[in-house]
Nanobody, 124 residues
Framework: QVQLAESGGGLVQAGGSLKLSCKAS????????MGWFRQAPGKEREFVAV??????QTQYSDSAKGRFTIARAGTTTWLQMDSLKPEDTAVYFC???????????????????WGQGTQVTVSS
């Protein structure tokens, strides 16, 4: 089992920045591809970014490219969010896929473990 704990959400004005953190704990956390998803009210959960467990390969959604940066070190994964927009308002979830393959999955069903989520609100 793997446990994921997010932190760093909050209220920020448009154009501002936030840095989300996700700490993984438990069994076999060394082969986890780590992703971030978000879910806005009334909308489906959507992919934001992912980083592979080997070589730190990354992939971003179109909305995140150029504004968000995913990184990892040890058991922590971060999502640095800059130039935030009101449409970035959502609950952000950290997710982990246990895999012997280092890859960058972007589908919800690819992931085995999920955190509880952290609220990000961007005011206009």
């Amino acid at each position: 089992q793997v446990q994921l704990a997010e932190s760093g959400g909050g209220l920020v004005q448009a154009g501002g920045s936030l840095k989300l953190s996700c700490k993984a704990s438990g069994y076999r956390i060394d082969h986890l591809n780590m992703g971030w998803f978000r879910q806005a009210p009334g909308k489906e959960r959507e992919f934001v970014a992912v980083i592979s467990w080997l070589h730190d390969q990354t992939q971003y959604s179109d909305s995140a490219k150029g504004r968000f940066t995913i990184a990892r070190a040890g058991t922590t994964t971060w999502l640095q969010m800059d130039s935030l927009k009101p449409e970035d308002t959502a609950v952000y979830f950290c997710a982990a896929e246990f895999s012997t393959r280092s890859k960058t999955p972007s589908e919800i069903d690819d992931y085995d473990y999920w955190g509880q989520g952290t609220q990000v609100t961007v005011s206009s």
